[in-house]
């Protein structure tokens, strides 16, 4: 998803460590220019680059540094997600 709006993680400089369900990964992780999710915006924000297998049926994961300073509401009742 990110090379098809412009940016490369191959060039990335940083590289992280994450614990998937296979196992350790080094990503690479690039600063977005803007990001919005959920109607909330986030500009200059670090995201973490791994590919996802296209069967997951989502384009993206967000972390909980995107909620950081937020009220999450996840209303599983009503399919409802809520961020004040």
């Given at each position: 998803?990110?090379?098809?709006?412009?940016?490369?993680?191959?060039?990335?400089?940083?590289?992280?460590?994450?614990?998937?369900?296979?196992g350790?990964e080094?990503?690479?992780?690039?600063?977005?220019?803007?990001?919005?999710?959920?109607?909330?915006?986030?500009?200059?924000?670090?995201?973490?680059?791994?590919t996802?297998?296209?069967?997951?049926?989502?384009?993206?994961?967000l972390?909980?540094?995107f909620?950081?300073?937020?009220?999450?509401?996840?209303?599983?009742r009503?399919?409802?997600?809520?961020?004040?």
């Amino acid at each position: 998803m990110l090379t098809a709006i412009g940016y490369d993680p191959a060039l990335a400089p940083d590289r992280f460590q994450v614990t998937t369900a296979s196992g350790i990964e080094f990503v690479p992780r690039i600063i977005v220019n803007k990001m919005t999710a959920l109607g909330q915006e986030k500009r200059n924000f670090p995201v973490l680059c791994h590919t996802l297998p296209s069967s997951a049926g989502i384009d993206g994961l967000l972390g909980l540094d995107f909620f950081r300073g937020l009220k999450l509401i996840v209303d599983f009742r009503n399919g409802q997600i809520i961020l004040k």
